[in-house]
Every structure is written in structure tokens, then in C-alpha cells.
């Protein structure tokens, strides 16, 4: 069975600082994609970055990162300059390609202190 | 916004009693997937429709089923409510059948609240 691990379950991090929110994966499938979803206080899941496991690049948006690590099955969220509209629930997904479902880590509950 | 939309947000109802959450999903999305989060806890995969079919089950209960209509809403019934089915529950879309890794849009999600 495949599953997600978060295993920090709060960070902070001061307003305009960088921080790491680690996320862990187990499968033995090779074609898979990876997730990173925020969901705010208004509960809001909202879509921060995506990467295809075939695809060795890190995927970036703006000041979002990811570091892929498909060997290791390690799949980190990079927040750079992190601002305090980034405090939130972050959730690590996973989903088999050929598969229908997300399977969703625990949450890393992140606070951006001013 | 996703696109999404789902109704009502909120729903406070009585243990026993049974209750219809409602999906909309975004434009020429034909996937509707149902979620439950529990408080502090992350998703949960309920069940998955591609235009009109039936296409994964997760963790749902017998108590509850789903359906998706010719104009692709979907709606989701919960009967015979108990305490712990009280959770939010999320609605998302996507373009295809999911299998090649859709991204999937959440709606804002219903608050079921049962008392």
C-alpha cells in the first residue's frame, strides 16, 4: 500500500525567511505524481506545485519549490521569502499514474511569525 | 477560486437524521472525487466519478452514496448521521478520468456538524 508521511506536524518560520517542509513517500510503482496543497484557515485546499516523477527537474512556482529526490522517495516544499498570507495547513500528495484517488500525508501546520 | 462549487457550506443536523451535500464542478471537468477531512486530519478518498460512472471507492461508508448526473453535478448522501460523520467534506474536479494524474481543484467544502 502506498502511503504519505509528514513528520513535522508545526513549523514557523519569520516573514521573509526560508523554510523546508519535508515530505516522505512509499511505493514500489515507478509512474506517479506529487502534490503540495495548502489549505489556509478558510479550509480552502488550494494547489501550490505538482511534479511528474518521470521528470527530473524540481518544479517551481514563484516562490514555491520542490525538492524530488525519487531514489530517496523524498519530496520537500521550498518556501522562500515566506510571506504571512503563507501561514496555513500544508498536505503532501501522492497519486499512482493509472490510479484515481490523492493519497494525502497528515499536514505540516505551518505559522509565518511577523 | 477553484470552480468548484459546493452547497450548502454549512449543515447542522440530528444523529439518525440523513442529509444530501451537492457538487458542482468546474467547467468541462468530467471526474468528481469526494473527501472527508475530519477535524485536524488529512483527507480522506470517499469515491470518484468520470461522467456519470462510478470509477474508485475508497473509505465510504455503506451509509453513504454518491451519484453524478447527466449535466455532471454530483451529490452525496449520508444517511443514518452518527457523531463521528461529523467532518468536512470536499468536492473535487478534474478534466479527464484521473488516471493520468489530473490535478484535482477542491471546492470550499461543506461543514457537516452532527449534534
Known amino acids: 500500500a502506498q502511503t504519505v508521511t509528514q513528520s513535522q506536524p508545526e513549523m514557523s518560520v519569520q516573514e521573509a525567511e526560508t523554510v523546508t517542509l519535508s515530505c516522505t513517500y512509499d511505493?514500489?510503482?515507478?509512474?506517479?505524481?506529487l502534490f503540495w496543497y495548502k489549505q489556509p484557515p478558510s479550509r480552502q485546499m488550494i494547489l501550490v506545485i505538482r511534479?511528474?516523477?518521470?521528470?527530473?527537474q524540481n518544479a517551481t512556482e514563484n516562490r514555491f519549490s520542490v525538492n524530488f529526490q525519487k531514489a530517496a522517495k523524498s519530496f520537500s516544499l521550498k518556501i522562500s521569502d515566506s510571506q504571512l498570507g503563507d501561514t496555513a495547513m500544508y498536505f503532501c500528495a501522492f497519486m499512482v499514474s493509472g490510479t484515481y484517488k490523492y493519497i494525502f500525508g497528515t499536514g505540516t501546520r505551518l505559522k509565518v511569525l511577523a | 477560486d477553484s470552480g468548484v462549487t459546493q452547497t450548502p457550506k454549512h449543515l447542522i443536523t440530528a444523529t439518525g437524521q440523513r442529509v444530501t451535500l451537492r457538487c458542482s464542478p468546474r467547467s468541462g471537468d468530467l471526474s468528481v472525487y469526494w473527501y472527508q477531512q475530519s477535524l485536524d486530519q488529512g483527507l480522506q478518498f470517499l469515491i470518484q466519478y468520470y461522467n456519470g460512472e462510478e470509477r474508485a471507492k475508497g473509505n465510504i461508508l455503506e451509509r453513504f452514496s454518491a451519484q453524478q448526473f447527466p449535466d455532471l453535478h454530483s451529490e452525496l448522501n449520508l444517511s443514518s448521521l452518527e457523531l463521528g460523520d461529523s467532518a468536512l467534506y470536499f468536492c473535487?474536479?478534474?478534466?479527464?478520468?484521473?488516471?493520468?494524474?489530473?490535478?484535482?481543484?477542491f471546492g470550499p467544502g461543506t461543514r457537516l456538524t452532527v449534534l
Open positions: 473535487a474536479s478534474s478534466p479527464t478520468n484521473g488516471r493520468g494524474g489530473d490535478t484535482q481543484y
Open positions: 511505493t514500489s510503482e515507478s509512474n506517479y505524481y
Open positions: 511534479q511528474e516523477a518521470y521528470k527530473q
